[in-house]
């Protein structure tokens, strides 16, 4: 059954009005002038002798204007950090260089969602692809974020229900905000879940809600036994049974036959995969998959 996802985030802070000083510009006086011949002194017993009239186009001086003492000026653009947060649109797909040679992913500005089952390397690999381009790019793990919440955490572990589904559903929004505000100032990102082909909520639909149609997915599935493997080395909430562990795996073999480009990484190191996954996004970026 498909979940709705919550409510989309408030629209930003707008800034408050700035000040500016308005400036006094007295005009000039100049000390010992006149504007007419001096009126002599009247006689004793004489009448009042009258001011002259004023000469011809000429107009007394009114009261100086009242400056403002605030100059209104338009609100700044809102910002955090000083770089500007992202359009409410999604993030567009990646559009390849004119150029016949295959696209160059380390030098293309990209988002990129590596899914796998617990122990596919997903994590590790994210970090060592971003770590090695020759663009800005910042990883971002949807575990990471999740885990963000400490009291009151919903460990899926004990249970899929309700709380662990709604603080997921709010960690994978906060993660499409990130991905699309890096993204507005030219860094580059990559994402990390473990996304089930058969369950809508934990699905490819959301994360293309969240960040947009650009966002191109890459399957890491190594072998069961690599996977039980690389779990028995974990400690904490992150290492599952191995029961669990199956299960996902066999979850995960779902993806074949997705159209989803998919890396066996069995007998691959860490730097050995990133280089397959440049790779597939090379080609994904020439051909974006239908998803």
Not at 240 to 263: C, F, K, N, Q
Request: charge should be neutral.
């Amino acid at each position: 059954m498909q979940h709705a996802v919550g409510s989309p985030l408030p629209p930003p802070h707008q800034s408050g009005h700035g000040w500016t000083p308005a400036a006094q510009h007295p005009g000039p006086h100049h000390p010992g002038t006149h504007q007419g011949p001096a009126p002599q002194a009247p006689h004793q017993g004489s009448a009042p002798v009258p001011p002259p009239p004023p000469a011809p186009g000429f107009t007394p001086p009114g009261p100086a204007p009242h400056s403002p003492q605030h100059a209104h000026v338009p609100p700044a653009p809102e910002t955090t950090g000083h770089v500007p947060l992202p359009p409410g649109g999604p993030v567009g797909m990646p559009s390849a260089p004119p150029a016949a040679a295959a696209p160059d992913p380390a030098a293309t500005t990209l988002a990129v969602l590596l899914i796998g089952p617990a122990g596919a390397g997903k994590t590790s690999v994210a970090k060592y692809w971003a770590d090695h381009r020759r663009v800005p790019t910042a990883h971002i793990s949807l575990d990471d974020v999740r885990e963000w919440v400490r009291s009151g955490f919903a460990d899926p572990q004990s249970g899929w229900n309700d709380n662990s589904e709604a603080q997921y559903r709010l960690a994978r929004r906060t993660c499409g905000f990130a991905a699309r505000n890096f993204l507005a100032n030219g860094i580059s990102c990559i994402l990390d879940d473990a996304v089930f082909p058969d369950r809508p909520v934990v699905g490819l639909g959301g994360w293309k809600r969240h960040v947009g149609p650009g966002l191109l997915p890459v399957v890491l599935l190594p072998g069961l036994e690599i996977v039980l493997e690389r779990n028995a080395e974990r400690s904490g909430n992150r290492r599952l049974t191995d029961e669990e562990v199956a299960r996902i795996h066999g979850r995960m073999a779902g993806w074949y036959g997705s159209g989803l480009p998919i890396i066996d990484n069995s007998q691959l190191d860490v730097p050995q995969t990133a280089q397959v996954l440049n790779d597939v996004l090379s080609r994904s970026i020439a051909s974006p998959p239908t998803w």
